[in-house]
Structures are given as structure tokens and as C-alpha cells.
């Protein structure tokens, strides 16, 4: 079961060791119908938690992705240039859209939790 | 990320005779011009895109406003209202045709086709949504005395298109076939009375059908168990139609444009150039003779980036010469397009500019308008 941590704008994170990978969750995704282009942040950007990390652009409207934690982007989802539906088919795996070198490990603990989130979205409806 | 568009309390916003039907299909519904529409249903608005344009595609435009205008000289006096020729449409025929202010700019678009009621002419108007209201006011007030507006509220407007719509739908009506495009004949549908004109919104073949609001539901239900048809919502209507080269009242067109500067020239019939008589006349004669100094156009941005409305367009040296109108993703070409106004000047196709998205600017061709070979079936 994957360690991920929500932000109420519906980005994830997935920790693993100093580093953690981010993206937008399957409620997320549905909200914003077939995805044609994420614009994704350069690799070396440093960002605030909070700090507009990537865009999507739906058929009908861009979106703002929001860092839920801080750090260093690493690495990019070179994959989204060529196959933007990731985003769509595989929210959480395939789709994931940075990997950031995190600068404040503590603001993990600010996020919810697998099953908060859940209870958090089923809120919504 | 940011929300999408919070729904509204559904109390405040109008249900069109079809809305249980969206919801049985699963539709997004969101407020569009005071009325709870859906968007896309659960195949998205991509795959909805295409399947219009492979099979057939079912819209519910019931929102839109429908009228006759009656009276002993309705076409004349109709004609005091738009540049097109009226007098001169054959009974039976539908024209696309503009209400026009004073300054020679456009209140709205619309769809007139003439009728025959009893040996007397008519006309059946269908206009949009947003401007209804206002479209419905000024139409009977200029024309106060001279002719008289029959307004349809309970009426439905449902539309069927792409390369399948006239297999299906002659399965219900055979007499369908028969029609050409841009022309309307009365036929049973569903056991039902229905006003059908071969028209659209789309590029493609298509009709679309005028009938009481509880006929309308069942009809659309029977066609939705047609396996070539599906559900389409205003998410890939307005994909379609920008891919057609249409434009969407209030974003290509509005109070501040001129029919020569959108493009729309061909809507100016060849007698009313000569005799005038129309809002706006002289300006519009003066464009016509001397030329406009914008023109809308289509635009193509190089990459994946959609360009949206609202988007500036510079030249190859950072001067600005015009805005976006109406953007997005093309499904049909698997790239973005546009369209928007540029100074006539850089407004040949091939011509070089530049839009400005967000923090940067992304290199884009002027583009001929339609995107997509339309699919009318003419005479």
C-alpha cells in the first residue's frame, strides 16, 4: 500500500527516503476531464510548499498543481510531453508528475493521510 | 489544484425537458446561461468529439430560445433587423443570419427558416441562450405592430450529428433524407409532431429537431438506444464547432463586432448591399467597400499548449496586433487551435505571430478557417 499524503487541492505525495514524487489523485483527474498538456517545472527549480509546481490543460480549462511540500525538483515526467492521458489512465503510477528533493520533512505531517483523504473526498460529493 | 467550476446550488439554474435523461446517462452538469447542462458524460470529452464526427452524436441545445414571427409582411419587416435576405429565402429554407445594432455590431446569431402556415409566411427563429431574452425583447419591440413574436418555452431543440445521423434518424423518418442542408420540413418523430431542419453547430451532417419538451425526452431516449448514437455535451460542442470555424456568440462575436470584421461578410445578402435598410448599414457598406481593420482568423500554436480566450497575439517584433477569442485542444487534429482578431494587415494565412500564454510566448500560424472539411449535404 503506497505511503501517500493529500493536500485538499488534491496533489499526492509519495515519500521515499529524502525524496518524494507528486501528482494529482483520481478524484482530481475526473474532476478535469481528458488532460492535453501539462506544462511541468524545470528540473533544479526550488519551490515552497504551496508554489505552482505544473499546469494542466483539460479540453475545456487549465489548472493550477500546487507543491504540496517544498524542495528541489529532481527529475520530471518526460512521458506527459508525449502521452498527456497519463494523467487520465494512471493517476497515481504513470501519470506522477515531479520528483522533488524535499527541503522540510515536516510538512509531510501538515497533509492527510490515505484514509483522511478519502473521508475528505467522499465530503465533497 | 484549483477547483473546476464548484457546483452551484442546483435551485437557482433551469432544467431543459431532458435533464433527467443527463443524469440517467451520467452527465457533469454545470450552469451554462442560467440552465443545468451537462458538459461531457463519463466517455469524456474527446471520445464524444470523435464520435460525432465518426457516427452520430446527441446534443440537448433546448436552452436555446425558439419563436415564430408572424405577420402580413414578416420577411420585410425581418429584414429591418438583419443584413440577410430574407425576402428571398425559399419556403422551407433556414438561414444563418445576424441581429445587428446601430454601430453595425452584432446582438447575437441566429437561425431563421421561413414557413408556410395556411398559405402565410412565417418564420421560425432559434437564437442563443445567453441572449434569449434580450434577443425575444428587441425583436418585438422594433417591430411592435408590424409583426408579432410567438415565443416557445416548453418546446425542446435536440441535435443529431455526423456521418451516421441521417441512417438513424431516416429509420424514424424517412422523409429526412430528402432534406438538404440548411432547409426544414415538419415529420413525425416518435409518434410525435417535430420541426426538423438539416442544420448544426458541428462541421457535420446533421439535424437538428424541434419538438414539445415530453416528446423530445422520449425521442432522445429511443435515439440514445440507437448503438450509433451517443450522448455529447457542451464540452465537445464547443470543440467541434471551433474545429468548423463557427463562432460562439459573446467570445468571436459580440456587440463590438462587425460581420466584415468576424469574417461574416457572406451573411450581407447581394440585394441588401444594394438597398441598405438594415442596423448598422452604412458602416458595414463603408468596411464592405473600403475593408475592416481587424479580421478574425484561425491560428494554429506550434506544440501541445492550448492558447485560451483572452490570449494577446504579437507580431515577429512583440507589437501587439490582436487577441484570442476561442481556444482549445482540436480532437480531430490531436493539436490546439484557435481563433481570434489580428489587424488585417498580418491577417493572410501562413502569417507568423506570436501568443502569450501564462509566462511565455508560443510561436503560431494564421490559419484558414474551417479546421476540419465540413460535411453538409448540399443540393
Known amino acids: ?125 | 489544484m484549483a477547483a473546476a467550476g464548484d457546483t452551484p446550488p442546483d435551485g437557482e439554474l433551469l432544467k431543459t425537458p431532458l435533464y433527467d435523461l443527463h443524469v440517467a446517462h451520467g452527465a457533469r452538469i454545470v450552469p451554462f446561461a442560467g440552465y443545468a447542462m451537462p458538459v461531457q458524460y463519463p466517455d469524456g470529452i474527446i471520445a464524444e468529439h470523435k464520435h460525432t464526427r465518426t457516427a452520430a452524436g446527441l446534443f440537448d441545445v433546448s436552452h436555446m430560445g425558439q419563436a415564430f414571427l408572424r405577420g402580413d409582411d414578416v420577411l420585410a419587416a425581418f429584414e429591418t433587423l438583419v443584413p440577410g435576405d430574407i425576402a428571398g429565402l425559399g419556403t422551407g429554407r433556414t438561414r444563418y443570419t445576424l441581429l445587428l445594432n446601430d454601430k453595425g455590431g452584432i446582438r447575437d446569431d441566429l437561425m431563421a427558416t421561413r414557413i408556410s402556415e395556411d398559405g402565410a409566411d412565417a418564420l421560425f427563429l432559434v437564437v442563443n441562450a445567453a441572449c434569449k431574452d434580450a434577443d425575444f425583447a428587441h425583436i418585438s419591440g422594433a417591430l411592435a405592430g408590424r409583426a408579432e413574436l410567438e415565443i416557445l418555452p416548453d418546446r425542446a431543440l435536440i441535435a443529431l450529428q455526423g456521418p451516421q445521423a441521417e441512417a438513424v434518424l431516416a429509420e424514424h423518418a424517412p422523409a429526412c433524407r430528402d432534406l438538404v442542408f440548411l432547409s426544414g420540413a415538419d415529420m413525425t418523430l416518435g409518434g410525435a409532431d417535430a420541426f426538423v431542419t438539416r442544420s448544426g453547430y458541428t462541421g457535420e451532417d446533421g439535424y437538428e429537431i424541434s419538438m414539445s419538451g415530453d416528446a423530445a425526452s422520449a425521442f432522445a431516449a429511443t435515439l440514445l438506444s440507437d448503438a450509433r448514437v451517443a450522448p455529447v455535451g457542451l464540452g465537445a460542442r464547443d470543440s467541434l464547432r471551433l474545429e468548423a470555424g463557427l463562432c460562439l456568440y459573446g467570445h468571436d462575436i459580440d456587440t463590438d463586432t462587425t460581420p466584415v470584421e468576424a469574417g461574416l461578410a457572406w451573411t450581407v445578402g447581394k440585394r441588401r448591399r444594394e438597398e441598405g435598410g438594415f442596423p448598422g448599414a452604412d458602416l458595414i457598406l463603408g468596411q464592405l467597400a473600403d475593408g475592416a481593420p481587424r479580421k478574425r482568423v484561425g491560428l494554429l500554436p506550434e506544440g501541445r499548449a492550448p492558447v485560451r480566450e483572452g490570449a494577446v497575439i504579437r507580431d515577429a517584433n512583440g507589437n501587439g496586433i490582436g487577441a484570442v477569442t476561442s481556444g482549445g485542444f482540436a480532437p480531430s487534429l490531436e493539436r490546439p487551435i484557435a481563433m481570434g482578431y489580428v489587424a488585417t494587415a498580418l491577417s493572410a494565412p501562413g502569417t507568423s505571430v506570436e501568443i502569450e500564454i501564462r509566462n511565455r510566448t508560443v510561436a503560431a500560424e494564421v490559419a484558414a478557417i474551417p479546421f476540419v472539411e465540413p460535411g453538409y449535404k448540399r443540393a
Open chain 1, 1 to 125: 500500500m503506497a505511503d501517500r499524503k493529500y493536500t485538499e487541492d488534491h496533489e499526492w505525495v509519495e515519500v521515499d527516503g529524502d525524496s518524494g514524487v507528486i501528482g494529482i489523485s483520481e478524484y482530481a483527474q475526473e474532476q478535469l476531464g481528458d488532460v492535453v498538456f501539462v506544462e511541468l517545472p524545470e528540473v533544479g527549480k526550488v519551490l515552497d510548499r504551496g508554489d505552482e509546481v505544473a499546469v494542466v490543460e483539460s479540453v475545456k480549462a487549465a489548472a493550477e498543481v500546487y507543491a504540496p511540500v517544498g524542495g528541489e525538483v529532481l527529475e520530471v515526467n518526460e512521458d506527459l510531453n508525449g502521452d498527456p492521458s497519463l494523467v487520465n489512465t494512471d493517476p497515481f503510477g504513470d501519470g506522477w508528475f515531479a520528483k522533488l528533493k524535499l527541503s522540510d520533512p515536516d510538512e509531510l505531517d501538515e497533509l492527510m493521510d490515505e484514509d483522511t483523504y478519502k473521508k475528505f473526498v467522499e465530503g465533497l460529493s
